[in-house]
């Protein structure tokens, strides 16, 4: 459900920032298409992974592990999730229908696969994890260019640090199901020092929309500062991994990295109709 909610909160996030003038109807609907586009993705990734997630604490309290419902009922889902979400987004444009297909195909036959065969899964995962914030933009525009390709980009990056941070505290829970899920495949500094990296990479992509070089995606002077002042904390706690190494911290770090794209989702919107 949270991961569904900020698919939904990202892709209005996206929306708000392309329009001139808001159609809710559109924004329903961007919102329910989005919503049956992550569930699709996560229904079909719990049947691939159906007997892997008995091995996890975390996850094998699941339905299908725990048999509380079938596999046929569960592609059946799966199916009419997919179905329906893309016939929505398609009534907004096609081009959000299509870039909601390419998430979903990556996601479940790509990312899925990828997960025990190489850490670079992540990379995999991370295209569809940016999809959303862009999806939103398109959805108003109905093309893809500059402005959602930036959006793109902050959020591809975002997603290396917070996913490393989750394979980090959950790296011997991964471990039980063969997942290869951190860069140097161990909890160690050149785990962290790749972690930092992408968080500088994040927090400098986050502040090129105030140079006035992305278009009609732009960002004001004292939301940048905000943004940037955001950011140091944002790298303070990969700096503090990188010190302490523990799972405290890594969870720490992936709660700061939830906040530090809410935040600056907010701050982009609020500085564009203030």
């Known amino acids: 459900m949270g991961l569904s909610l900020s698919v939904v ?3 209005i996030a996206g929306y708000l ?7 809710y109807l559109i924004l329903f609907l961007l ?4 919503y049956c586009m992550v569930g699709a ?3 079909f990734n719990q049947i691939i992974e159906r007997d892997l997630d008995k091995l996890m604490i975390r996850t094998q309290n699941r339905p299908l592990p ?3 419902i079938s596999v046929t009922m569960a592609f059946t889902l799966g199916i009419i999730l997919t179905v329906f979400g893309l016939s929505v987004l398609y009534y907004i444009n096609p081009k959000t229908a299509m870039f909601a297909a390419i998430s979903i195909f990556l996601y479940t036959s790509v990312y899925t696969p990828l997960k025990q065969k190489t850490p670079l899964s992540v990379f995999a995962g991370a295209i569809p994890g940016a999809i959303p914030f862009m999806l939103g933009w398109v959805a108003y525009t109905g093309k893809f260019d500059l402005e959602p390709g930036m959006l793109f980009m902050i959020q591809f990056f975002w997603q290396f640090p917070h996913f490393w941070a989750i394979a980090w505290f959950l790296d011997s829970d991964y471990k039980k199901a063969g997942f290869l899920m951190l860069p140097t495949a161990a909890k160690d500094r050149g785990t962290v020092l790749q972690i930092i990296i992408y968080i500088t990479w994040t927090v400098l992509i986050s502040l090129v ?5 992305t278009g009609a995606l732009q960002l004001s002077f004292p939301a940048a500062v905000l943004m940037g002042v955001v950011g140091l904390v944002f790298l303070y706690f990969g700096f503090r991994l990188f010190q302490h190494q523990t799972d405290k911290v890594a969870r720490e770090l992936m709660l700061v990295s939830v906040i530090y794209i809410t935040v600056l989702q907010l701050i982009y919107v609020l500085d564009k109709f203030i």
């Open 9 to 11: 909160f990202s892709s």
């Open 17 to 23: 920032l392309a329009a001139d003038q808001v159609d």
């Open 31 to 34: 919102a329910v298409g989005g």
């Open 41 to 43: 993705s996560n229904v």
């Open 66 to 68: 725990t048999e509380k």
């Open 209 to 213: 929309p105030a140079f006035g070089v």
